[in-house]
């Protein structure tokens, strides 16, 4: 059971004096009762904490659970250890940190600290010192009203706490010394606002964290132990010993060897060496004891002892080299200890602020906080995390404020300047809004009646149009011969963007020739009575009928755990391809039209709204030759169109 001391007395109220009032999370922890007198509140805790303090003297403070030498002297000659705590620093040092805070005096005091300090340096061997001994202790020098002088890292060897019986902090304790006699001397005493230190895994309300290694150390014993014994018999037993019998039964008489026989072959024995060879009588049986494959007898226990080590430490065994797994259960593994890692920071990000960071600020007058954060992901994290928000940015369903915040963090990610990019979304939102403002063209079924556009005097003599205009300068269009443009093209066209290629392709939901056929004959009742796009959708579904689409890769339907992957539901997929097939089939017929007219360029016009996508939103604007332009639409459900414009003279 886990027992949180919460108090509150109900007195301080204006309740009953005799009982008490438990609020949530004030643990009985020096940091938290500095923090809550920051806050003008003054808690009073009745329980108690076990204390194991050192039976002499008494004076230092309170036992380690554990010979810190002992893990220090692991890290230092047994490989494995070495490499798993390194692993950790790199992972929760390695990225860098930065701090914020909305007052900027405040986060400037704190970033100039950290440069006059060294701070990077220090943070790490601090943080190594926690992670291998359970606790690291770093001295903040200066007086107590004053910013901290400098920073130390202490050997936690060496360091004690000692609290009251409510758990509070009175001092820390440096102590180089035996314990037989005390010598007065060898003690150094710090105050609680000296010291910043981390107890790593701390269990309960013990004054000392227990690290990473401590935990290990009966598994570490036994690995050692077996190595030591493996290696002490391959030395033994590199050689099988030789087992020679002189004499015997020949002929049915007993022949027994002489003493000075049996000593002169021993002598042979001892100066035995590769070359030697042998000559011998029939009375004479030389044998080589096997003593079989020792090294097999170790394997099963040797790599149990090491499973159980990185069970323990918790470090996948993928990133020390010593296993050979799927790249799916390596990424389990990795966000795991990734996830381990954030762990270790946040306790070391709280300490750095509240020990640090305050006192710092205090002593320049300021009550303002300031966030330390760690740093840039790895590169691996980047690009995945740059995969995703691309991924998201494509989608057609991506609202248009979405895609500015993702816009935003691709540029943090790479580490653009973010002074640029704004300037330029600035631009670009002036040339949209100007877009937006101006006159959309006709699409299919919006007027029974063509509308006769007049050129705008303005845009003539606009240099800004680079000599071309829209299609507000392309007279003579005629609505009529537009919608045979249409409909001819729906009768000629294969319809290759909804239409199975192969069994597979009409598998996992691609439009039969059948039913590419009746999609036709809707698509040309919908032009030619000029319906809406909802009632060709019904008109889809009640002649087409399209079943579930399933994604594919590589001609092959996608599947995860032998399901297929759905790329969209049956009652989606009229909507989506009359859309997409309308806007497809409208500009078709609208460029046969246009050349049929002379027009030798078209200008791109995007759909604006909440739902543009990033590569409409680009094409935007541009001019392209009326034979060399981008398929319409880019995407399904795309809403672009292209207008005519002309060269003027």
């Not at 805070?101 to 970033?111: G, L, R």
């Not at 494959?293 to 080590?309: A, C, H, P, R, S």
């Amino acid at each position: 059971m886990a027992f949180l001391g919460l108090g509150k007395k109900k007195e301080d109220l204006g309740i009953d004096k005799t009982e008490y009032e438990y609020s949530p999370l004030i643990v009985i922890d020096e940091a938290e009762v500095a923090l809550a007198s920051a806050n003008k509140v003054n808690p009073k805790f009745k329980g108690e904490v076990e204390k194991q303090e050192v039976k002499f003297p008494r004076e230092i403070g309170e036992e380690h659970p554990f010979d810190f030498s002992t893990c220090e002297g692991l890290y230092k000659k047994f490989g494995f250890v070495t490499g798993v705590i390194d692993k950790f620093v790199d992972f929760v040092v390695g990225p860098g940190f930065y701090v914020i805070s909305k007052d900027e005096k405040a986060q400037k005091i704190c970033e100039d600290f950290m440069q006059d300090v060294n701070f990077d340096t220090v943070l790490r061997a601090w943080v190594k010192e926690a992670l291998i001994k359970g606790n690291g202790f770093l001295e903040l020098g200066g007086k107590k009203d004053e910013a901290p002088k400098g920073m130390k890292v202490l050997n936690a060897n060496y360091m004690y706490v000692k609290r009251d019986d409510l758990g509070k902090i009175e001092k820390y304790n440096q102590y180089i010394g035996g314990f037989k006699r005390l010598d007065k001397n060898k003690i150094t005493p710090f105050d609680p606002y000296q010291i910043a230190h981390i107890p790593f895994n701390r269990v309960g309300d013990s004054g000392y964290g227990l690290g990473v290694i401590s935990s290990a150390l009966v598994t570490i014993n036994n690995l050692l132990q077996n190595e030591q014994d493996l290696h002490m018999l391959m030395h033994r037993k590199a050689n099988a010993p030789y087992i020679v019998k002189l004499g015997g039964v020949f002929g049915g008489k007993y022949y027994k060897p002489k003493k000075s026989d049996v000593e002169a072959m021993g002598k042979k024995l001892e100066w035995l060496h590769n070359k030697h060879e042998w000559a011998v009588d029939g009375l004479t049986d030389i044998k080589a004891l096997d003593f079989g494959n020792i090294g097999e007898k170790f394997d099963t226990v040797l790599q149990y002892d090491q499973d159980m080590l990185f069970y323990t430490f918790q470090v996948p065994a993928v990133i020390m080299g010593a296993a050979r797994v799927p790249e799916g259960l390596a990424r389990v593994q990795m966000d795991a200890f990734e996830r381990r890692v954030q762990s270790i920071q946040a306790e070391v990000e709280k300490v750095i602020e509240q020990h640090i960071f305050r006192r710092l600020l205090q002593a320049n007058g300021l009550d303002s906080h300031v966030e330390f954060e760690w740093g840039r992901p790895s590169s691996m994290e980047t690009y995945e995390r740059l995969k995703a928000v691309t991924e998201i940015i494509k989608s057609p369903m991506t609202s248009s404020a979405l895609n500015q915040l993702l816009e935003k963090q691709v540029v943090q990610l790479l580490n653009l300047p973010e002074e640029e990019y704004d300037e330029l979304k600035q631009t670009g939102e002036e040339e949209r809004k100007k877009e937006e403002e101006r006159p959309q063209p006709i699409v299919p079924g919006q007027n029974s009646t063509p509308t006769k556009f007049t050129p705008k005097e303005e845009e003539k003599l606009s240099e800004s149009l680079n000599k071309f205009n829209d299609i507000s300068e392309w007279l003579g269009f005629k609505y009529n011969d537009y919608k045979k443009e249409i409909l001819s093209f729906i009768s000629e066209d294969s319809f290759d963007m909804v239409k199975a290629q192969n069994v597979i392709e009409e598998a996992a939901g691609k439009l039969s020739q059948s039913q590419v056929t009746d999609l036709k004959s809707v698509l040309e009742d919908g032009f030619k009575k000029e319906i809406g796009i909802r009632e060709m959708a019904m008109n889809v579904d009640k002649k087409v009928k399209p079943k579930d689409l399933y994604r594919m890769k590589a001609g092959k339907i996608v599947r995860s755990d032998g399901i297929p992957v759905l790329a969209r539901s049956a009652e989606m997929r009229s909507i989506a391809i009359v859309r997409s097939e309308v806007t497809r089939v409208a500009n078709a017929g609208a460029i046969n039209q246009f050349k049929k007219g002379g027009v030798t360029k078209i200008r791109w016009v995007a759909s604006y709204g909440a739902r543009t996508c990033p590569t409409c939103d680009s094409l935007n604007g541009r001019i392209f030759d009326i034979n060399e332009h981008p398929d319409i639409p880019v995407h399904p459900m795309c809403r672009c169109t292209v207008v005519p414009v002309r060269e003027i003279i």
